[in-house]
């Protein structure tokens, strides 16, 4: 027994450190297992980012009704109260707004009036009692209709941006038209009536046609970018010319009736590269315009559908350049506070976004890069849909295919199209985004024109709801159209 200092024997400096090892070595297992915990939550969260991006199309639909924007919730909760989601309600919306205490609403009344002047006035009307029993007849016996049809009201909607002005009646939309039969068409309306997969117009045409069946590569034109193609579209020279360099990107498939998103991202995307190289050869090219028009009811002189991308070193072209230059010019009041990313849109687009929010007429599709639909208040035809993004992505593409199929849902195979890209000048930070103007141009059965005098040199009288296009294009989006 050890009575003084004593050593510690061999067997307690044995333990001692026994001991000693273990408390570390328990340590070492907990930081380990905490970093491998933390490396796991990590990779989910890169996982699901990464499932998710992979994904752009699924990415959940964000319009404005009663149920998903906080803007739309508060100016009609606050500002425009006890109103339907119609054009027949705007004006009562807008002097709700104009009226209101709420800074909120005078705050949208202020961005509404910058951009827009709406007018509206009634009209009543005497009917004898043969005219009586033919407007019944007309409206199908609809009392509400009738009630409307004698004290009508005429809304004037007017862009003090863009100039564009629309008279509106809702009750002319439900004018009677005289429609072909399918005698004198050979039978084509009785087949787009059921449906089938290639119209007799189109299929009769194939064997003539110089799109077709590698025909292009002997029966059209290069320029001095050459050929260029992708999986569903490829490019050639316009030999009709608008501009110095124009061309034509066409789609594969002849089938002007049932082309897919992807062969349409195609289509756009290969103009894009078009613009890119011509921009490279000279830079002083750098206003990139993509036009549009399907079958011949829109204009265009042969069924396979065919784009014309233009690019021009003077600035866009006609209305489409005092768009862009009064709208980059604008400096007007905004509604920044709910934008969400809608300011890189820049000042005019992005209040254009927040007034159709708050007056529930916006669709928004994508998370990341989301692109924006606006169904026009001031539209030059009918169901026209403004459509915008940063740039040209996935979310873009499907928003505008989603326009495109509300049409063919309802039968409006015949459109019209002008997408405006980016001033490709990289030292010009005033540059518009990318935006298409979309519109319908009518059913081809019917014998009336789309257009008359009063488009031609007044204003336009387009009388569908934007309300009424905005349900159509979300049931497009949720994939259910019909």
């Known amino acids: 027994m050890c009575t003084g200092k004593c050593q510690p024997s061999y067997y307690d400096r044995f333990t001692r450190n026994s001991s000693s090892q273990m408390t570390d070595m328990r340590r070492f297992y907990k930081r380990l297992a905490a970093i491998i915990l933390v490396a796991m939550v990590i990779g989910v969260l890169l996982v699901a980012k990464y499932l998710h991006l992979r994904q752009p199309d699924e990415s959940p639909l964000h319009s404005t009704d009663a149920t998903g924007s906080k803007l739309f919730q508060k100016s009609d909760q606050r500002c425009a109260r006890n109103l339907t989601q119609t054009m027949s309600d705007l004006p009562r919306r807008i002097d709700q707004w104009r009226n209101s205490k ?34 019944s007849e007309w409206l199908q016996g609809d009392k509400t209709s009738m009630a409307d049809a004698l004290n009508q009201t005429i809304i004037l909607t007017t862009n003090r941006v863009t100039g564009q002005s629309n008279i509106f009646n809702a009750l002319r939309a439900k ?42 590569k002997t029966n059209t034109a290069e320029d001095q970018v050459g050929s260029m193609s992708n999986r569903h579209s490829y490019l050639v020279t316009n030999v009709f010319k608008l501009a110095s360099w124009h061309s034509m990107v066409v789609l594969k498939d002849h089938d002007p009736f049932h082309w897919s998103v992807d062969a349409f991202g195609d289509a756009l995307e290969l103009s894009l590269a078009w613009f890119n190289s011509v921009h490279e050869r000279d830079a002083d ?53 709910f934008c969400n990313g809608c300011e890189k849109l820049g000042a005019y687009f992005g209040s254009l976004v927040k007034i159709h929010e708050a007056l529930g007429l916006l669709l928004k599709h994508g998370a990341e890069s989301p692109a924006w639909g606006l169904p026009s208040i001031t539209p030059i035809r009918d169901n026209e849909v403004l459509v915008m993004a940063e740039e040209l992505n996935s979310s873009f593409i499907k928003l505008l295919f989603s326009v495109i199929q509300a049409y063919r849902a309802r039968g409006l195979y015949a459109f019209s199209m002008a997408v405006v890209f980016p001033d490709m000048d ?28 009063l488009e031609l040199f007044a204003a336009s009288n387009v009388n569908i709801d934007p309300y ?15």
């Open 175 to 216: 004018r009677p038209a005289k429609h072909l039969t399918p005698n004198l068409t050979n039978g084509v309306v009785a087949q787009m009536e059921k449906r089938q997969a290639s119209m007799p117009v189109a299929t009769d045409d194939i064997q003539a046609c110089d799109f077709c069946q590698n025909r292009y």
């Open 102 to 135: 709420e800074q909120i609403c005078k705050d949208l009344s202020k961005a509404f009036d910058a951009i827009f002047i709406l007018q509206s006035e009634t009209s009543p009307l005497q009917l004898n009692e043969n005219m009586q029993e033919k407007m």
């Open 468 to 482: 009424a296009i905005q349900a159509r294009i979300k049931r497009c989006l949720r994939g259910s159209c019909s």
């Open 426 to 453: 990289p030292d010009n930070d005033v540059t518009p985004p990318i935006f298409a103007r979309i519109v319908s141009r009518g059913n081809y059965q019917e014998l009336r024109s789309d257009v008359t005098s």
């Open 285 to 337: 090219f750098r206003f990139p315009v993509l036009y549009w028009d399907l079958l011949p009811k829109a204009g265009a002189s042969i069924v396979h559908p065919h784009l014309h991308p233009i690019i021009s070193r003077f600035g866009y072209h006609g209305n489409l350049g005092k768009w862009v230059e009064n709208a980059v010019r604008y400096d007007g009041p905004r509604v920044d506070s």
